[in-house]
């Protein structure tokens, strides 16, 4: 059973990812004239964040060394982000954007909030990280503070949380409307990312740990 959810984890689940979002962008496609731009901007938030994991995964990978040596781990490739809470915080946030776009007519403003608030933290997140891992490779040739998720971030998720600004700008909503879409992204962070950490902190299990640091490879030759 551990041998099977190795294999899950470790790619597999990836790709189970990819395929979601390639799924969401045909019914992005097929319902472009029918669903309203509320429904369109969350459904394009679901095509994204697979092309985000991609960026931090698989190519050029190694977000997760970047996020872990934030978290100051004594073992950056094994706690607190492994291939296990990857694949909690990947497929559930994948999967809650999908359970969102098909119910947004029902949260319509609570919908586009989310999208603006994901994409906002995800960028402010890649930034600090990206500034962090500056600051510790400078020295061995780092010109940038580009990390694996930074292009995904700033080109695709903040234009489209300045989309769902604008509309929010032009349609009336309520306070307890916004905090529901906060509510949702923080629902994410805690049980989706900061509660799988804590589990991965406590138990440091090196079964799911990762085998190569990615893009900062070349700076620890």
Same mark, same amino acid.
């Given at each position: ?11 597999? !689940? ?6 979601? %979002?390639?799924? +969401? ?8 004239? *029918?669903?309203?731009? *509320? ?9 994204? #964040? ?11 990978? %190694? ?14 490739? /094994? ?7 990857? +694949? ?7 999967? /809650? ?5 098909? *119910? ?6 609570? &919908?586009?909030?989310? #999208? ?11 930034? !600090?990280?990206?500034?962090? +891992?500056?600051?510790?490779? !400078? ?30 700008? /032009? ?17 994410? &962070? /805690? ?9 991965? +902190? ?20």
């Amino acid at each position: 059973m551990m041998d099977l959810l190795k294999k899950w984890c470790d790619r597999t !689940r990836l790709y189970a990812v990819y395929f979601l %979002g390639i799924v +969401m962008g045909c019914a992005l496609i097929w319902n472009w004239g *029918s669903w309203e731009q *509320s429904q369109k901007l969350v459904c394009i938030l679901a095509i994204i #964040v697979p092309m985000h994991i991609f960026e931090e995964n698989s190519f050029p990978a %190694g977000f997760y060394f970047m996020n872990n040596t934030g978290f100051h781990s004594k073992e950056p490739m /094994v706690y607190p982000q492994n291939q296990c809470t990857n +694949m909690v915080t990947n497929s559930g946030a994948e999967i /809650v954007l999908i359970i969102v776009t098909f *119910s947004t007519l029902n949260i319509e403003v609570s &919908a586009v909030t989310l #999208v603006v608030f994901f994409g906002l933290g995800e960028t402010i997140n890649h930034t !600090r990280s990206g500034i962090l +891992m500056y600051q510790r490779y !400078r020295e061995k040739g780092k010109k940038t503070i580009y990390g694996p998720g930074t292009v995904t971030s700033w080109c695709l998720m903040i234009p489209l949380s300045t989309a769902g600004v604008k509309w929010l700008t /032009v349609h009336p909503f309520t306070l307890v409307q916004i905090l529901g879409g906060i509510g949702i992204f923080l629902g994410i &962070a /805690v049980f989706l990312i900061l509660l799988p950490f804590a589990i991965s +902190m406590k138990v440091k299990s090196k079964r799911f740990a990762f085998d190569d640091k990615g893009y900062f490879e070349k700076y620890d030759r």
